[in-house]
């Protein structure tokens, strides 16, 4: 059946319009633009460092980096998280903060304690086990002097010399062992500690021999006059010495 020509204009009108709208659909889906595609890298999103609001793009700051690691250094932002630094540029290098000492530091730093001086004084110039002159052996550490046999010291002994009234004669601690207290006797080399010092000890003063010697006394130091000996030998010491004072 043959359809009027009102029907036949209609038809190809409508047929137009489908055929107009189809070409401009197919125009637009070929210049459409794409978002990027998930399989860019990382390194091309470095490079890129525009895309902001992505996740997992990273923001440049001052400049591109090449690799996760001088990233993470910089400072970049990794999406959400925002990484600190953890290098700080000191000079030409870059180093960790904790490793870095300015002027300030080195002022602030407490002073080095100065060993203390040793003491000047002069040796006695008689043996404290006999109390002859002669040929003695001086200790580096206090005015006692000894003949070599009276210390049982071979005469080539090289080296410094500590007399025997630096440890305790009983047990053998020094002050440091034995509560830091030696109690040294005036009239013999024997020294001891707390625990050996014998009961019939008399404690004095000072060592007023070796205060005239300019030796100072320590606090590590008591003086005793240890035994009966020791006693008498004090009193004829004494009794010489008044002796030897002119007459007024």
């Keep these: 059946m043959t359809k009027p ?4 204009r209609a038809a190809a009108s409508s047929h137009a319009r489908r055929k107009a709208a189809a ?3 197919a125009s637009g889906s070929s210049s459409r633009t794409f978002p990027p595609s998930s399989s860019r890298t990382f390194h ?5 460092g525009k895309h902001g609001g992505q996740r997992g793009d990273i923001r440049s700051k001052k400049r591109v ?16 998280r925002q990484v600190k630094a953890r290098l700080v540029k000191h000079g030409q290098d870059y180093v960790l903060p904790i490793n870095m000492t300015t002027d300030s530091n080195r002022s602030a730093a407490p ?22 002159g002669g040929d003695l052996i001086c200790c580096d550490y206090c005015p006692v002097s000894m003949h070599f046999v009276c210390a049982g010291v071979t005469r080539n002994h090289a080296g410094q010399w500590l007399c025997p009234q630096h440890k305790c004669c009983g047990c053998g601690r020094k002050a440091q062992g034995a509560g830091g207290l030696l109690f040294r006797c005036t009239e013999c080399p024997q020294a001891f500690c707390e625990d050996c010092l014998p009961a019939n000890a008399q404690i004095v003063t000072e060592n007023v021999r070796f205060t005239q010697l300019g030796y100072r006394n ?4 008591c003086y005793v ?4 000996q020791c006693v008498k030998v004090a009193e004829q010491r004494n009794a010489m010495e008044q ?3 002119p007459d007024v």
């Excluded at 091309?44 to 890129?48: K, M, N, P, Q």
């Excluded at 080095?112 to 086990?129: D, G, H, T």
């Excluded at 006059?225 to 009966?228: A, D, G, K, L, P």
């Design 65 to 80: 980096a090449g690799s996760v690691f001088e990233a993470i250094e910089q400072g970049y932002e990794l999406g959400k």
């Design 111 to 132: 002073p080095k304690e100065k060993p203390a001086r040793k003491q000047r004084f002069i040796n006695s110039s008689v043996c404290q086990y006999c109390h002859d």
């Design 44 to 48: 091309d999103s470095l490079e890129a």
């Design 23 to 25: 070409g401009s659909s």
């Design 243 to 245: 002796d030897e004072l």
């Design 5 to 8: 020509p009102e029907a036949r």
């Design 218 to 221: 320590s606090k590590a130091v």
């Design 225 to 228: 006059i240890c035994n009966e």
